[in-house]
Nanobody, 114 residues
Framework: QVRLVESGGGLVQPGGSLRLSCAASEAIFGFDSVGWYRQAPGKQREMVAQIIKFGPTNYADSVQGRFTVSRSATKNTLDLQMNNLKPEDTAIYFC????????WGQGTQVTVSS
């Protein structure tokens, strides 16, 4: 069973930055895909940033140029650097990985508000 633990969420003003981190119980480079997803109240979960093994890194159009996803092999972490945050970025952010099946973390709340 893969365990994923997110951290780094919080309250930030519009235009501010946050860095989310996801600690995995197994080698982060060993999954078929890894990524960050978010779910706002009343909306479906959506992909924010995704890294495909031996493939591209994909970003949602709404975060392109503002968010950057990265992995650390030494720490087994998946990070999401979020800059120039907007109120519409408010959501619960989930770390998700795939290896035959999907595994999810418990989520971390990000609130962008003045």
């Amino acid at each position: 069973q893969v365990r994923l633990v997110e951290s780094g969420g919080g309250l930030v003003q519009p235009g501010g930055s946050l860095r989310l981190s996801c600690a995995a119980s197994e080698a982060i480079f060993g999954f078929d895909s890894v990524g960050w997803y978010r779910q706002a109240p009343g909306k479906q979960r959506e992909m924010v940033a995704q890294i495909i093994k031996f493939g591209p890194t994909n970003y949602a159009d709404s975060v392109q140029g503002r968010f950057t996803v990265s992995r650390s092999a030494t720490k087994n972490t998946l990070d999401l650097q979020m800059n120039n945050l907007k109120p519409e970025d408010t959501a619960i952010y989930f770390c998700g990985v795939k290896r035959q099946v999907d595994y999810w973390g418990q989520g971390t709340q990000v609130t962008v508000s003045s």
